[in-house]
């Protein structure tokens, strides 16, 4: 009865125009983020549908040699990439579909990031050694190439320049991730 009061109440504020046809109610604010974000996402999906997870790499043909080093994994809606405190050698490349971070708390799965195509994620794991911090779950069906630790070995000695691309690519995207969580340390001083 609280959230039909509540459900009246902002629409009467909104009024009866199309503010109030634009209000919708979520059962928790991760959800309602979650929504926002996928409306952002939708208006520049023709950016996001430009990037590729190889990028980085510059020449087509850089990015082909680099994928053969790679295996490509489908994974259905639903299904684990990777699981949380699994120690692992793979760093993922999105090729297409859209994953999520999510971290079991006492509370339940949080979920910390939502992925799509050209992101790349577990490099923290694969150049530490260390077990995973959360885990990657599908929300659609996706196509991701894996990136194992013997075949960068192999690539470090077959393609040595391709390898000198992808540990700078990886260390800019650490740098900017410790930028931001340092930032966000700040904030709650």
Known sequence: S???SS?????AVAGNGGAASQVQFHDALDRAVEQAEDRVIARWSTRAAAAAPLAF??????????LGYCELREIRQGDQLCAELEL?????????GSLEVVKLSASGTVRLAKLHQGAIV?????????????SIVAVSDAQVYVLHKADLARLRAECPDLAIAFDHMVIRKVSHALTHTNKLVAMYR
């Open 88 to 96: 692992s050698d793979e760093i993922f490349f999105i090729a297409k």
């Open 57 to 66: 790499l510059g020449s087509t043909g850089n990015q082909q040699t680099f």
């Open 7 to 11: 459900d009246l109440a902002v629409r």
């Open 2 to 4: 609280d959230v039909c």
């Open 122 to 134: 577990g490099e923290l794991a694969f150049y530490t050694g260390e077990a995973r911090t959360a």
